[in-house]
Protein backbone atom coordinates (compact mmCIF):
# COMPACT_ATOMS: atom_id res chain seq x y z
CA UNK A 1 0.00 0.00 0.00
CA UNK A 2 3.04 2.46 0.73
CA UNK A 3 4.39 1.88 -2.53
CA UNK A 4 1.12 3.46 -3.93
CA UNK A 5 1.91 6.63 -2.28
CA UNK A 6 4.50 7.85 -4.27
CA UNK A 7 2.87 7.80 -8.02
CA UNK A 8 -0.07 8.96 -6.60
CA UNK A 9 1.95 12.16 -5.34
CA UNK A 10 3.24 12.64 -8.64
CA UNK A 11 0.00 12.15 -10.22
CA UNK A 12 -1.58 15.09 -8.49
CA UNK A 13 1.76 17.12 -8.58
CA UNK A 14 1.39 16.78 -12.42
CA UNK A 15 -2.28 18.14 -12.47
CA UNK A 16 -1.20 20.81 -10.10
CA UNK A 17 1.67 21.91 -12.18
CA UNK A 18 -0.30 22.16 -15.62
CA UNK A 19 -1.78 25.14 -15.18
CA UNK A 20 1.41 26.82 -13.63
CA UNK A 21 3.24 25.42 -17.03
CA UNK A 22 0.99 26.68 -19.28
CA UNK A 23 0.97 30.24 -18.63
CA UNK A 24 4.50 30.36 -19.67
CA UNK A 25 3.29 31.25 -23.30
CA UNK A 26 4.27 34.57 -24.28
CA UNK A 27 1.76 37.32 -23.08
CA UNK A 28 2.51 39.88 -25.51
CA UNK A 29 -0.56 39.03 -27.43
CA UNK A 30 -2.74 39.91 -24.57
CA UNK A 31 -1.16 43.17 -24.91
CA UNK A 32 -2.26 44.16 -28.55
CA UNK A 33 -1.20 47.50 -30.17
CA UNK A 34 -2.65 47.36 -33.66
CA UNK A 35 -6.10 46.49 -35.28
CA UNK A 36 -4.87 42.77 -36.10
CA UNK A 37 -3.61 41.60 -32.94
CA UNK A 38 -6.84 43.26 -30.85
CA UNK A 39 -8.86 40.76 -32.80
CA UNK A 40 -7.10 38.12 -31.92
CA UNK A 41 -6.88 39.60 -27.79
CA UNK A 42 -10.98 39.57 -28.18
CA UNK A 43 -11.31 35.91 -29.50
CA UNK A 44 -9.02 34.76 -26.71
CA UNK A 45 -10.71 36.33 -24.18
CA UNK A 46 -13.50 35.15 -25.66
CA UNK A 47 -12.90 31.88 -25.92
CA UNK A 48 -11.58 31.93 -22.10
CA UNK A 49 -14.51 33.41 -20.48
CA UNK A 50 -17.01 30.81 -22.31
CA UNK A 51 -14.50 28.15 -20.71
CA UNK A 52 -14.48 29.79 -17.32
CA UNK A 53 -18.33 30.32 -17.03
CA UNK A 54 -18.58 26.26 -18.36
CA UNK A 55 -16.02 25.71 -15.90
CA UNK A 56 -18.16 27.10 -13.02
CA UNK A 57 -21.62 25.66 -14.09
CA UNK A 58 -20.39 22.10 -14.30
CA UNK A 59 -18.68 22.19 -10.90
CA UNK A 60 -21.76 23.63 -9.44
CA UNK A 61 -23.66 21.04 -10.81
CA UNK A 62 -21.51 18.32 -10.00
CA UNK A 63 -21.59 19.79 -6.79
CA UNK A 64 -25.52 19.83 -6.14
CA UNK A 65 -25.63 16.13 -7.91
CA UNK A 66 -23.58 15.09 -4.89
CA UNK A 67 -25.26 17.04 -2.19
CA UNK A 68 -28.75 15.40 -3.69
CA UNK A 69 -27.76 12.05 -4.52
CA UNK A 70 -29.93 10.55 -1.66
CA UNK A 71 -32.86 12.43 -2.43
CA UNK A 72 -33.29 10.85 -6.01
CA UNK A 73 -33.27 7.33 -3.92
CA UNK A 74 -36.11 8.37 -1.97
CA UNK A 75 -37.95 10.87 -4.75
CA UNK A 76 -38.56 9.46 -8.58
CA UNK A 77 -39.67 12.75 -9.33
CA UNK A 78 -36.41 14.14 -8.48
CA UNK A 79 -35.04 11.29 -10.70
CA UNK A 80 -36.52 12.92 -14.04
CA UNK A 81 -35.58 16.48 -12.85
CA UNK A 82 -31.85 15.52 -13.10
CA UNK A 83 -32.34 13.70 -16.24
CA UNK A 84 -33.77 17.12 -17.34
CA UNK A 85 -30.69 18.56 -16.12
CA UNK A 86 -28.06 15.94 -17.94
CA UNK A 87 -29.86 16.84 -21.10
CA UNK A 88 -30.02 20.65 -20.57
CA UNK A 89 -26.24 21.18 -19.24
CA UNK A 90 -24.88 18.47 -20.89
CA UNK A 91 -26.36 19.08 -24.67
CA UNK A 92 -28.34 21.94 -25.07
CA UNK A 93 -26.18 24.82 -23.45
CA UNK A 94 -22.72 23.30 -24.21
CA UNK A 95 -23.73 23.37 -28.49
CA UNK A 96 -25.37 26.74 -27.84
CA UNK A 97 -22.26 27.81 -26.37
CA UNK A 98 -19.87 26.18 -29.07
CA UNK A 99 -22.24 27.40 -32.21
CA UNK A 100 -21.60 31.29 -30.15
CA UNK A 101 -17.96 30.82 -30.00
CA UNK A 102 -17.93 29.72 -33.34
CA UNK A 103 -19.90 32.42 -34.90
CA UNK A 104 -17.97 35.31 -33.24
CA UNK A 105 -14.26 33.71 -34.24
CA UNK A 106 -15.40 33.30 -37.29
CA UNK A 107 -16.75 36.58 -38.05
CA UNK A 108 -13.35 37.87 -36.44
CA UNK A 109 -11.38 35.88 -39.17
CA UNK A 110 -13.28 37.07 -42.13
CA UNK A 111 -12.38 40.67 -40.71
CA UNK A 112 -8.73 39.69 -40.46
CA UNK A 113 -9.01 37.74 -44.22
CA UNK A 114 -10.09 41.49 -45.89
CA UNK A 115 -8.21 42.53 -48.26
CA UNK A 116 -5.76 44.87 -47.72
CA UNK A 117 -6.22 48.66 -48.41
CA UNK A 118 -5.05 50.47 -51.23
CA UNK A 119 -2.60 53.21 -49.58
CA UNK A 120 -0.90 49.92 -47.46
CA UNK A 121 2.63 50.18 -47.67
CA UNK A 122 4.58 47.03 -49.17
CA UNK A 123 7.39 45.72 -47.69
CA UNK A 124 9.16 42.54 -48.73
CA UNK A 125 10.16 40.00 -45.86
CA UNK A 126 12.03 36.95 -47.37
CA UNK A 127 13.10 34.20 -43.96
CA UNK A 128 16.81 33.01 -43.98
CA UNK A 129 18.30 30.69 -41.53
CA UNK A 130 18.91 32.44 -39.36
CA UNK A 131 18.00 36.09 -40.50
CA UNK A 132 15.17 37.98 -42.01
CA UNK A 133 15.61 39.99 -44.76
CA UNK A 134 13.66 43.23 -45.43
CA UNK A 135 12.92 44.84 -48.92
CA UNK A 136 10.86 48.46 -49.33
CA UNK A 137 10.37 47.93 -53.37
CA UNK A 138 9.36 51.48 -53.79
CA UNK A 139 12.39 53.03 -51.85
CA UNK A 140 14.39 50.37 -53.61
CA UNK A 141 16.63 49.21 -50.74
CA UNK A 142 16.82 46.27 -48.47
CA UNK A 143 18.12 46.00 -44.47
CA UNK A 144 17.43 43.39 -42.36
CA UNK A 145 16.32 42.27 -38.95
CA UNK A 146 14.49 45.49 -37.88
CA UNK A 147 11.58 46.20 -39.54
CA UNK A 148 10.25 50.27 -39.58
CA UNK A 149 6.64 50.97 -40.18
CA UNK A 150 4.46 54.34 -40.20
CA UNK A 151 2.03 54.72 -37.12
CA UNK A 152 -1.52 54.33 -38.35
CA UNK A 153 -0.81 52.79 -41.79
CA UNK A 154 -1.59 49.24 -42.84
CA UNK A 155 1.61 47.27 -43.89
CA UNK A 156 1.33 44.59 -46.66
CA UNK A 157 4.04 42.37 -45.81
CA UNK A 158 5.10 39.74 -48.90
CA UNK A 159 6.51 36.89 -46.66
CA UNK A 160 8.47 34.65 -48.90
CA UNK A 161 11.18 32.00 -47.66
CA UNK A 162 15.07 31.32 -49.09
CA UNK A 163 15.38 28.00 -47.92
CA UNK A 164 12.84 26.59 -45.32
CA UNK A 165 9.83 27.12 -43.15
CA UNK A 166 9.89 30.02 -41.42
CA UNK A 167 7.07 31.60 -39.62
CA UNK A 168 6.32 35.56 -38.78
CA UNK A 169 4.89 36.39 -35.74
CA UNK A 170 5.06 40.06 -34.01
CA UNK A 171 2.46 39.42 -31.32
CA UNK A 172 1.80 42.86 -30.18
CA UNK A 173 0.90 43.68 -34.08
CA UNK A 174 -1.12 40.21 -35.35
CA UNK A 175 -1.06 36.16 -35.09
CA UNK A 176 1.60 34.32 -36.81
CA UNK A 177 2.12 33.74 -40.65
CA UNK A 178 4.57 31.12 -42.16
CA UNK A 179 7.31 31.64 -45.03
CA UNK A 180 6.80 29.24 -47.02
CA UNK A 181 9.66 28.28 -50.04
CA UNK A 182 7.78 28.82 -53.67
CA UNK A 183 5.37 30.97 -52.32
CA UNK A 184 4.32 34.49 -50.88
CA UNK A 185 1.75 34.83 -48.29
CA UNK A 186 0.52 38.21 -47.34
CA UNK A 187 -0.10 39.83 -43.98
CA UNK A 188 -1.26 42.86 -43.25
CA UNK A 189 0.14 44.90 -40.04
CA UNK A 190 -0.52 48.11 -37.81
CA UNK A 191 0.64 49.84 -35.31
CA UNK A 192 -1.25 52.39 -33.41
CA UNK A 193 1.09 53.60 -31.36
CA UNK A 194 4.79 54.25 -31.44
CA UNK A 195 6.99 52.08 -30.18
CA UNK A 196 9.74 48.93 -30.75
CA UNK A 197 7.52 45.63 -30.95
CA UNK A 198 9.66 42.44 -30.36
CA UNK A 199 9.51 39.89 -33.10
CA UNK A 200 9.97 35.88 -33.45
CA UNK A 201 10.45 32.94 -35.68
CA UNK A 202 7.36 30.85 -34.72
CA UNK A 203 8.20 27.78 -36.39
CA UNK A 204 11.59 25.43 -35.73
CA UNK A 205 13.29 26.15 -38.74
CA UNK A 206 16.89 24.99 -37.49
CA UNK A 207 19.52 25.36 -35.17
CA UNK A 208 19.51 28.44 -35.36
CA UNK A 209 15.56 29.05 -34.78
CA UNK A 210 15.52 30.63 -31.52
CA UNK A 211 17.95 33.18 -32.31
CA UNK A 212 15.61 34.31 -34.92
CA UNK A 213 13.79 37.36 -34.13
CA UNK A 214 13.80 40.47 -34.86
CA UNK A 215 12.18 44.08 -34.33
CA UNK A 216 9.33 46.57 -35.43
CA UNK A 217 10.03 49.90 -34.84
CA UNK A 218 6.82 52.19 -35.16
CA UNK A 219 7.53 55.67 -35.67
CA UNK A 220 5.41 59.02 -36.69
CA UNK A 221 4.52 59.62 -40.37
CA UNK A 222 7.38 61.99 -40.74
CA UNK A 223 10.37 60.71 -38.69
CA UNK A 224 9.22 57.16 -40.42
CA UNK A 225 9.83 59.09 -43.73
CA UNK A 226 13.28 60.19 -42.54
CA UNK A 227 14.44 57.05 -41.71
CA UNK A 228 12.94 55.81 -45.36
CA UNK A 229 14.82 58.45 -47.22
CA UNK A 230 18.25 57.56 -44.73
CA UNK A 231 18.09 54.15 -45.47
CA UNK A 232 17.75 54.32 -48.93
CA UNK A 233 20.45 56.58 -49.50
CA UNK A 234 24.27 54.57 -50.40
CA UNK A 235 26.63 54.43 -47.19
CA UNK A 236 29.18 57.53 -47.03
CA UNK A 237 32.40 56.13 -48.71
CA UNK A 238 34.89 55.90 -45.59
CA UNK A 239 36.22 59.19 -44.37
CA UNK A 240 38.79 58.27 -41.97
CA UNK A 241 42.04 56.00 -42.51
CA UNK A 242 41.10 53.64 -40.05
CA UNK A 243 37.76 53.26 -41.96
CA UNK A 244 39.50 53.12 -45.67
CA UNK A 245 41.28 50.34 -44.06
CA UNK A 246 38.15 48.29 -43.01
CA UNK A 247 37.00 49.09 -46.29
CA UNK A 248 40.16 47.10 -47.71
CA UNK A 249 40.18 44.48 -44.95
CA UNK A 250 36.26 43.78 -46.01
CA UNK A 251 36.99 43.41 -49.33
CA UNK A 252 39.99 41.19 -48.89
CA UNK A 253 38.52 38.68 -46.45
CA UNK A 254 35.46 36.67 -47.07
CA UNK A 255 33.33 39.53 -45.90
CA UNK A 256 31.58 40.91 -48.67
CA UNK A 257 31.31 37.29 -50.36
CA UNK A 258 28.14 37.58 -48.81
CA UNK A 259 27.15 41.51 -47.67
CA UNK A 260 26.87 44.14 -49.33
CA UNK A 261 27.49 47.38 -48.32
CA UNK A 262 25.27 50.15 -50.74
CA UNK A 263 27.56 52.22 -53.09
CA UNK A 264 31.06 50.70 -51.24
CA UNK A 265 30.96 47.67 -52.06
CA UNK A 266 29.04 44.87 -53.71
CA UNK A 267 28.47 41.12 -52.21
CA UNK A 268 29.54 38.21 -54.59
CA UNK A 269 26.34 36.49 -53.78
CA UNK A 270 23.58 38.52 -51.18
CA UNK A 271 23.85 35.56 -48.76
CA UNK A 272 24.13 37.79 -45.70
CA UNK A 273 22.21 40.87 -44.58
CA UNK A 274 22.86 44.33 -46.46
CA UNK A 275 25.50 45.75 -43.76
CA UNK A 276 24.62 49.31 -45.28
CA UNK A 277 23.69 51.95 -42.22
CA UNK A 278 24.41 48.98 -40.19
CA UNK A 279 25.01 51.61 -37.17
CA UNK A 280 21.38 52.42 -37.36
CA UNK A 281 20.07 49.60 -35.54
CA UNK A 282 20.09 48.49 -32.65
CA UNK A 283 21.02 44.81 -32.89
CA UNK A 284 23.23 42.45 -34.06
CA UNK A 285 22.27 38.81 -35.56
CA UNK A 286 18.70 39.18 -35.64
CA UNK A 287 18.15 40.45 -32.26
CA UNK A 288 20.92 38.05 -30.50
CA UNK A 289 23.06 40.57 -29.49
CA UNK A 290 22.81 45.17 -28.71
CA UNK A 291 24.57 46.61 -31.38
CA UNK A 292 27.86 48.09 -30.21
CA UNK A 293 31.48 47.87 -30.92
CA UNK A 294 32.51 44.89 -28.80
CA UNK A 295 29.61 43.06 -29.64
CA UNK A 296 30.17 43.46 -33.14
CA UNK A 297 33.70 42.30 -32.23
CA UNK A 298 32.57 39.57 -30.40
CA UNK A 299 30.52 38.26 -33.10
CA UNK A 300 32.63 38.62 -35.83
CA UNK A 301 35.29 36.38 -34.01
CA UNK A 302 33.19 34.01 -32.68
CA UNK A 303 29.93 33.71 -34.76
CA UNK A 304 29.07 29.86 -33.78
CA UNK A 305 29.56 30.36 -30.33
CA UNK A 306 27.38 32.78 -30.06
CA UNK A 307 24.50 31.72 -32.54
CA UNK A 308 25.34 27.60 -33.19
CA UNK A 309 23.98 26.98 -36.71
CA UNK A 310 24.56 30.48 -38.19
CA UNK A 311 25.91 30.18 -41.86
CA UNK A 312 28.25 32.90 -40.80
CA UNK A 313 31.50 31.60 -40.15
CA UNK A 314 34.59 32.98 -37.94
CA UNK A 315 36.83 34.72 -40.25
CA UNK A 316 40.78 35.28 -38.24
CA UNK A 317 42.05 38.99 -38.58
CA UNK A 318 44.35 41.13 -36.58
CA UNK A 319 43.04 43.14 -33.61
CA UNK A 320 43.92 45.75 -35.71
CA UNK A 321 41.98 44.63 -38.54
CA UNK A 322 38.94 44.13 -36.67
CA UNK A 323 39.44 47.56 -35.24
CA UNK A 324 39.34 48.83 -38.71
CA UNK A 325 36.36 46.81 -40.13
CA UNK A 326 34.47 48.17 -37.27
CA UNK A 327 34.79 51.52 -38.10
CA UNK A 328 34.16 51.01 -41.94
CA UNK A 329 30.89 49.53 -40.77
CA UNK A 330 29.93 52.49 -38.65
CA UNK A 331 28.91 51.27 -35.34
CA UNK A 332 29.57 54.24 -33.15
CA UNK A 333 30.09 52.87 -29.58
CU1 LIG B 1 13.13 30.62 -38.84
CU2 LIG B 1 12.50 29.39 -36.96
Not at 109 to 135: K, Q
Not at 141 to 156: C, D, K, M, S
Not at 324 to 331: D, K, S, T
Request: with cysteine; net charge negative.
Amino acid sequence: MRGERAPRLHRWWTVLTVPLLASCGNELALDPQGPGAVQIANSWWILYWAAVAVCLIVFAALFAAVWRRRQSAEHPQAEVRGKAVVLWGGAVIPLLLLIATTVLILLGMRWLDAAPPEDALAVRVTGHMFWWELEYPDAGFATANELHIPVGQPVRLELESADVIHSFWVPQLHGKTELVPGRTNELVIQADAPGVYEGFCAEFCGQGHSHMRLLVVAQMPAEFDQWLEQQAADASPPDTELAEQGREVFGRLICSNCHSVRGVSEAVVEAGPDLTHLGSRSTLAARTLPNTRSQLANWITDPQGIKPGTQMPATPMTGQELDALIEFLGVAE
